[in-house]
């Protein structure tokens, strides 16, 4: 603005000058004058247009500020909705834990009433087991004892048929002469030899059989000890109604136990999910502040560039109009001595030609 005064002080000047017809030095000074007209003008253009320069970048960074607003007013959204999913999961995850609990308690009461009741059954049906595992015993060891019996036929029957071909051997030998009676020695005794190994095999499947036999009576004498206690059918069937109480607590407490694992999860998520929507509102207010001091930057260079303007104008207009060709101020134009504008005529000071600017 002290520019655009300067430019005003000068073309005041300019027409007091004119006035009176110029003399070759007041003309000189009138062209000093325009020629500092022209370049205050030039230079108010020049921060004009700088101006506007500043106003074009600050609303770029505005629409910026703006569109990072909206990111982040979408992440807002995005996050709420999170948010809101995750506690609808956390409130049905409380809702499944807390059903899953009451139903593992009421399957333990369940279990614990029947407990008294069959505590004679199911001593009962221990000792039914303990007489069917005793006859189960005998079995196996009938069972052991058969194969045993199997083996020491076997390993006999595998020894006298050695024992025979050693007989033969030895019988041979001793009607050999020569060489052929060393030979057949030789063989004699390399199948007296096998039928002795197998005859310690056969002794041995014996004395295997004996150990086997006695088992057998062992089991025997210990399943005659054993009682065989029957359940009567409401027995049975109270056993049968416990056994299924038991099944059913440990399946509803390994479900409890399941559903609290999910709240627990249910619980760290819904934390995360509100924990992400306080940053995003966090994220949201900050870009918010930056998007109203990028508009409040853009109404102050806005105001600074319509001042430049309004002032590169009024310059601009201040030396076109005193330097124009042919005004009614300017050197040699009409206003010069002896022509209309002379003094006593029309354009005489105090008249429209005269008027300051």
């Known amino acids: ?82 948010a809101q999913a995750a506690n609808a999961a956390l409130a049905a995850a409380k809702v499944n834990a807390a059903s899953n609990k009451t139903a593992a308690e009421t399957a333990k009461k369940t279990v614990n009433a029947l407990k008294k009741t069959v505590a004679g059954i199911q001593k009962k049906a221990n000792g039914k087991k303990a007489y ?20 020491k036929e076997k390993a006999a029957a595998a020894a006298a048929a050695q024992q025979k071909l050693a007989d033969d051997a030895t019988k041979a030998a001793g009607s050999a002469k020569g060489k052929d009676a060393t030979k057949a020695k030789e063989k004699a005794k390399g199948e007296q030899k096998k039928a002795d190994e197998m005859k310690k095999n056969a002794d041995g499947a014996a004395a295997e059989e004996i150990k086997a036999q006695a088992e057998v009576q062992k089991a025997k004498a210990a399943a005659a000890k054993t009682p065989n206690p029957t359940l009567t059918p409401e027995e049975q069937a109270t056993l049968d109604k416990y056994n299924a109480a038991v099944a059913a607590a440990e399946t509803a407490d390994a479900a409890a136990k399941t559903a609290d694992a999910e709240l627990k999860v249910a619980e760290k998520a819904a934390v995360t999910a509100k924990a992400t929507l306080y940053k995003a509102k966090a994220a949201l207010t900050s870009a918010t502040a930056r998007r109203v001091e990028a508009d409040k ?24 109009d005193a330097g124009a060709p042919g005004s009614e101020s300017a050197p040699g134009s009409e206003s010069a001595p ?20």
């Not at 069917?132 to 083996?151: H, I």
């Not at 930057?297 to 590169?312: H, N, S």
């Not at 354009?347 to 600017?357: I, K, N, Q, R, Y």
Request: aromatic fraction near 2%; avoid cysteine.
């Open 1 to 82: 603005m002290k520019t655009l005064h300067l430019a005003v002080y000068l073309t005041i000047a300019l027409s007091l000058l004119l006035l009176v017809a110029p003399s070759p030095a007041e003309a000189r000074a009138f062209a000093v004058v325009q020629e500092t007209l022209d370049e205050i003008a030039a230079r108010l253009r020049q921060e004009a247009d700088a101006a506007w320069a500043e106003l074009e970048a600050a609303e770029e960074l505005a629409m910026t500020r703006a569109d990072e607003e909206a990111a982040a007013n979408a992440t807002v959204d995005a996050a709420k909705t999170a």
């Open 338 to 357: 002896g022509s209309e504008a002379a003094p006593g005529s029309d354009a005489a000071p105090g008249s429209e030609a005269a008027a300051l600017p």
């Open 297 to 320: 930057l853009v109404e102050v260079k806005k105001a600074a560039a319509e001042e430049a303007e309004a002032a590169a104008v009024a310059a601009e207009e201040k030396a076109r």
């Open 132 to 151: 069917d595992k005793a006859q189960d015993d005998v079995k196996k060891a009938e069972s052991k004892a058969a194969q045993a019996k199997t083996n």
